[in-house]
């Protein structure tokens, strides 16, 4: 409790203060709870403290694990993993990527003093458990096994069997080896519900998939989500007393296309839904529904709504614990990136730094690419709602000709601004990426070495607008090209990242330097 100095105030009062109840006090968090990409969660509560992990699939490290006193406001903690796999597509090589792919919709449990995270991914066909004794620190064991379960619910029963719960549509259960290692030898999965998209209707567009499985006062609740056609995205919910069933289903909630995710208490004893909405080029966010139970069902919603506000603390800012400026000065006890930055797709280690120059990022060129999204380590940050900026300034004096850098935001359709060089000389461009092809919008010669970047993103009433500028001297602006109508495609599945790049079209072996990277949320006029 933060104690204030009271003058001129009864005693009575003062007792009151200390003697009011909890709800007196409470703050009001709203929804969404955060403004920005982190789909398909999965929480868990551990004493006083929440942890949940989410989907960035081609993005590496990989599942993030983010902590919370509150349910509201988190902080990334750590990741499941540096990399998923070494393969073509993870590596951004011959020709292939895995935007899209990779580690999909992660599940996170706690069981007998040990944390695990479990995940999929169709690109490698694999299933892939992580374990650790601390979610915080690490270290991770890693195990997989084939075939990838799709949308899976890791398990943990009362008699100590293990299972995962996962399909699409038809929803299936399988029996684990008490290693991990894959399918139990002798089992075979069964069909737990054969047709889970019926509760929604008998016209499903997507079906239903996202299995999250609990157990609640003896009751098994399985939480799916499905999108009826010409409705919305729903949640699902099936019960039954056994695990194996049978189940009953019923349509949970169909509220602003909120759906995807399960269950958590407080220690107080009040129950939330955790879902997502898709919300436009930022990505998929997350939100907390009020749930209340009658007659053994988790009715989620007031009224079946999904409210804007909840009794729970008020929302802080995301920086510093999901975005962050970073002014790239390290000591030599500290790690080499904070936790806020992932590299699109796996990187390459020995072609980047925060040593070699005090004070600096240096990206290394290592080969030939052709366009900002098959360039290999592009350092990303989340953009985040309803607007956001971000400032760098970069040392482009170790370019060699064809040489492209600078400040993207990263998506199919995505655009930046920086430097090229082209026939010894230099030049600011911003290439604008919304169209069939990426077009340069704007080329201007460059005279020296040093040139500060800006994008600014407006997310605000579905706008999804950005708008790019450079600055010689960090304190005046010039707009540059043309703004950019961010959009969210599937072949990424990605809500829009800043990026920080070096890709060379010639010559291999030219650097940049990057002095720093400062976000913040709010977005200079225009």
Known sequence: MVMRKIFGTSLFIILSLFMAPTACLA????????????????????????????????????????????LVNWQIVNYAYSILDDTDDLNLDNGQNSYGKGSWA??????????????????????????????????????????????????????????????????????????????????????LIANASLAAGPNPGLLAEGSQLFKVNGKYYLFNITWPRGGMRSVLIHRADHITGPYEGRLALQDKGIAQGGLVNTPEGSWYAYLFRDFGSV???????????????????????????????????????????????????????????????????????????????????????????????????????????????????????????????LQRKFGWVGVKMENGNKFVVMINAQGALPAEAASIPLVGNRLYLKADCDFSDSRDKAYFYYSLDG???????????????????????????????????GYADFDFFRVSDKTGAR
């Open 106 to 191: 992660s599940s996170l449990r706690y069981h007998k003093g040990t944390y695990y995270v479990s995940t999929f991914a169709g690109n490698t066909g694999k299933t892939y458990i992580y374990t650790t004794k601390n979610i915080e620190k690490g270290p991770w064991k890693a195990v997989s096994f084939k075939p990838s379960l799709h949308d899976h619910s890791l398990f943990f029963d009362d008699d100590d069997k293990i299972y995962m719960v996962y399909g699409s549509g038809r929803i299936m259960l399988a029996e684990l080896n008490d290693d991990l290692s894959g399918i139990k030898p002798g089992t075979t999965p069964q069909i």
């Open 27 to 70: 703050q009001t968090a709203h929804n969404p709870i955060i403004y920005a990409d982190v789909p398909d969660m999965s929480i868990i509560r551990v004493g006083n403290t929440y942890y949940m992990s989410s989907t960035t699939m081609h993005m590496s490290p990989g599942v993030p694990i983010m902590k919370s006193r509150d």
């Open 475 to 509: 304190k005046h602006w010039t707009p540059v090209g043309s703004a950019l109508q961010m959009a969210y495609t599937i072949p990424h599945f990605m809500g829009y990242r800043f990026g920080l790049f070096n890709y060379a079209t010639k010559t291999t072996g």
């Open 283 to 409: 990505g998929r966010v997350p939100y907390l529904v009020p749930v209340k139970w009658e007659e053994g069902w988790p009715v989620l919603g007031i009224d079946h709504k999904v409210p804007d506000s909840l009794s729970l603390p008020a929302n802080k800012p995301l920086m510093p614990g999901i975005v962050a400026s970073d002014e790239f000065e390290r000591r030599r006890s500290d790690p080499d990136l904070p936790l806020v930055w992932q590299w699109n797709h796996n990187p390459v280690n020995q072609l980047w730094s925060v040593r070699q120059r005090k004070g600096y990022l240096r990206l290394t060129t290592g080969r030939i690419d052709t366009t900002l999204v098959a360039a290999r380590n592009t350092l990303t940050q989340r953009t985040f709602g309803p607007e956001c900026s971000a400032i760098t300034a970069i040392d482009v004096s170790g370019l060699k000709d064809g040489d492209r850098t600078g400040l993207a935001l």
